[in-house]
């Protein structure tokens, strides 16, 4: 069997996996570092995210209060350290990122913009037009390849973690294109490889998103932790279930039923107001909106489709001029 080695081996291609290789590029250039991914690292999942990432950006937010939207919408259920960790990082990442050359969309006198999301009580979440996913992984991508000591094994699968003496030495990778079997090597692996979303019918994931990393950390006898936590989206096509992004309710859109009635609102999430609410109706939280859904389903007041049963997402009280200008790619 073929062998290669590296100092630090990132599984995944991807947002994670990219910003990985970097920051150890960076902190030791003298570190070879690799990237192995199954697909060609701009055709990773993070590419499909549309609305936007969150960090504090305004005078009048703070950090405590993102920590607190956070957790509270996540019904109390996050780990706290992490999330503080995550929130307190995130305006200088995606400061970073700038830095780095992602076209994050301004407001007219230059500052950057920021949109309401789900959950949130402050508008925060930073967007590069409606191709804020595709925008992160090109910056990110492009500055990878300014490091000549960060190699890519791109359309590689690894089978399997190499243990011994109880640590990960590396990996069993096959080349897709060639059928090849290598041992890849390393002193430190890092598993980045994304969720595991296709194991349900209906989701917004992409094919790929299958769930290979943490199987292969299962298997290794390594622990998961919070399975039960899926990542997921409520507003995709039927039966493709390509994301429609949560801008389009950021930016005012309705959910209706049969009936053309905005049923969030017989759901303990606001009433209806002509302009978005804040962590209001459509723009409650995402598990909120969700079991609103199956309430609805339940009670016979969605609309029956040849997928199954929907409700409507409705852009059309916004105008063409909003639709062109934020959602481009929803239209």
């Not at 039927?238 to 309710?249: H, V, Y």
Request: glycine fraction near 10%; include cysteine; aromatic fraction near 8%.
């Amino acid at each position: 069997m073929d062998t290669s080695s590296h100092d630090v081996l990132l599984v995944g291609g991807g947002g994670a996996g990219l910003r990985a290789a970097i920051a150890v590029a960076e902190t030791n250039p003298s570190l070879r570092v690799a990237v192995i991914s199954k697909v060609y690292p701009m055709r990773s999942h993070t590419v499909a995210a549309e609305g936007g990432a969150a960090g504090v950006a305004k005078s009048d937010d703070s950090i405590d209060e993102h920590c607190y939207d956070t957790i509270s919408g996540g019904d109390w259920l996050c780990d706290q350290d992490a999330v503080e960790a995550f929130v307190n990082e995130a305006p200088k990442e995606l400061l970073r990122l700038e830095h780095w050359g992602c076209p994050w969309s301004r407001e007219p006198d230059g500052h950057i913009a920021v949109r309401a999301f789900g959950g949130m009580k402050k508008k925060r979440t930073w967007f590069a037009a409606d191709k804020t996913g595709f925008h992160i992984l090109h910056t990110l991508f492009q500055t990878t390849l300014k490091y000549n000591e960060i190699k890519r094994y791109d359309e590689w699968f690894v089978t399997r973690l190499l243990i011994e003496d109880g640590r990960v030495q590396g990996v069993v990778a096959i080349e897709l294109m060639s059928g090849r079997i290598q041992a890849i090597t390393a002193k430190s692996v890092i598993v980045c490889s994304g969720g595991c979303g296709r194991v349900f019918p209906y989701t917004t994931n992409a094919a790929i998103k299958t769930g290979d990393g943490m199987a292969l950390v299962h298997r290794a006898g390594g622990p998961l932790k919070d399975m039960e936590f899926v990542q997921y989206h409520p507003t995709g096509l039927p039966f493709t279930g390509i994301l429609i992004t949560e801008a389009a309710r950021a930016e005012g859109g309705y959910l209706i039923n049969k009936d053309g009635y905005r049923y969030l609102q017989d759901y303990n999430l606001g009433k209806p107001e002509p302009k978005p609410v804040l962590r209001s109706m459509e723009l409650g939280p995402r598990d909120r909106l969700s079991q609103a859904f199956v309430k609805e389903f339940e009670n016979g007041r969605t609309i029956d489709g040849p997928y199954g049963p929907v409700v409507h997402l409705d852009l059309r009280h916004l105008g063409e001029k909003l639709i062109n200008q934020k959602l481009p790619f929803v239209r």
